[in-house]
């Protein structure tokens, strides 16, 4: 299985700090994506991340990839309350494959 | 910014009950996708299709499962005889616009189905 497994599961911190999200994958892939979900909404895609790109900015988010280690993070910085979601990891294989989905990891931002 | 429409946004339903689930894709795109998300679960892929055919299904997909693109805009999934196992958010998804990045899907806001 692609299965990619995101940590911590839940996060909580203050306005203004930032928050760093771990994903966990178990084979090669071609490409990972990062997509938010506030609650009981639909899936924003937020970046795409290639297989021979090793870090990509996209505003205030930061996110690499250790193709060696078979993970990715996703960092955002300067939190805000309005940052409060569900944030996924979702791998694919060759082309326009299915994607598939880690569990999640939810973050909450207080302001 | 174009982006993938679904409608109905709720939809209940009694159970063996055929329900129809509808969505626009984005314009030029090639590939399209269902997902569901049982309420507190994972979002998983249930098919693609490509060229008006399905390229790839899985397991959950089963006969009581089609889809079909009836015209050059609409994509829908229909579930034959509706269980109540079927509850769950489902989600349209399309990808590959001419000069997008390859592999990049994007997903409209969903459809709640909820199986009485």
């Known amino acids: 299985s692609q299965q990619g497994e995101e940590d911590p599961q839940a996060l909580s911190i203050q306005e203004g700090e930032n928050a760093t999200m771990n994903c966990s994958y178990k084979?090669?892939?071609?490409?990972l994506q990062w997509y938010r979900q506030n609650s009981g909404r639909g899936l924003v895609h937020l970046i795409l991340?290639?297989?021979?790109?090793r870090e990509k900015h996209s505003g205030r988010l930061r996110v690499t990839l250790d193709t060696s280690k078979k993970s990715s993070s996703l960092l955002i910085t300067a939190s805000r309350a309005a940052d409060t979601a569900s944030y996924f990891c979702a791998t694919d294989g060759m082309g326009y494959n299915k994607l598939i989905f880690g569990a999640g990891t939810r973050l909450a931002v207080h302001p | 910014e174009p982006e993938v429409t679904q409608t109905p946004s709720h939809q209940v339903t009694q159970m063996g009950q055929e329900v129809i689930l509808r969505c626009v894709p984005i314009?030029?795109?090639?590939?399209f996708y269902w997902y569901r998300q049982i309420l507190g679960q994972k979002v998983e892929f249930l098919v693609s299709f490509y060229n008006n055919e399905i390229s790839e299904k899985s397991e959950i997909f089963d006969d009581q499962f089609s889809v079909e693109r009836p015209d050059g805009s609409n994509f829908t999934l229909k579930i034959r005889s509706t269980k109540l196992e079927d509850s769950a958010m489902y989600f349209c998804a399309s990808g590959g616009r001419a000069g997008g990045s390859y592999g990049e899907q994007f997903f409209g806001p969903g459809t709640r189905l909820t199986v009485l």
């Open positions: 314009s030029n795109h090639l590939y």
């Open positions: 991340i290639r297989s021979n790109e």
């Open positions: 084979t090669s892939i071609n490409n």
